[in-house]
Nanobody, 120 residues
Framework: QVQLVESGGGLVQPGGSLRLSCVAS????????MSWYRQAPGKERELVAG????????NYADSVKGRVTISRDDAKNTVYLQMNSLKVEDTAVYFC?????????????WGQGTQVTVSS
């Protein structure tokens, strides 16, 4: 059974930092592309950042470039999202997603999310 468990969310003031973590179990983590998405109230879920298996390539939404870094530790089955210079508009529930292929069939798995609130 695949599980993704996010942590690290919370309340932070504008300009502050947070590091989100997502621990995966039940899958061969190194083979999966890992991504962070977010969903603000009344808005669609959007990609924040992604990192390929092995960490060879990363991509970021334009809205977070320069402020956010995605990384992974395959030994710990964990993907991180370091967020700096946080803005009120970064407030959202942040979700972790794993994408991979099992016996030729693409799969994706989602975590339950962690709330990030940026407010003074």
């Amino acid at each position: 059974q695949v599980q993704l468990v996010e942590s690290g969310g919370g309340l932070v003031q504008p300009g502050g930092s947070l590091r989100l973590s997502c621990v995966a179990s039940g899958l061969t983590f190194r083979n999966y592309t890992m991504s962070w998405y977010r969903q603000a109230p009344g808005k669609e879920r959007e990609l924040v950042a992604g990192i390929t298996g092995g960490g060879g390539r990363t991509n970021y939404a334009d809205s977070v470039k320069g402020r956010v870094t995605i990384s992974r530790d395959d030994a710990k089955n964990t993907v991180y999202l370091q967020m700096n210079s946080l803005k009120v508009e970064d407030t959202a529930v942040y979700f972790c997603k794993a994408e991979g292929i099992i016996i030729g069939v693409p799969f994706e798995f989602w975590g339950q999310g962690t709330q990030v609130t940026v407010s003074s």
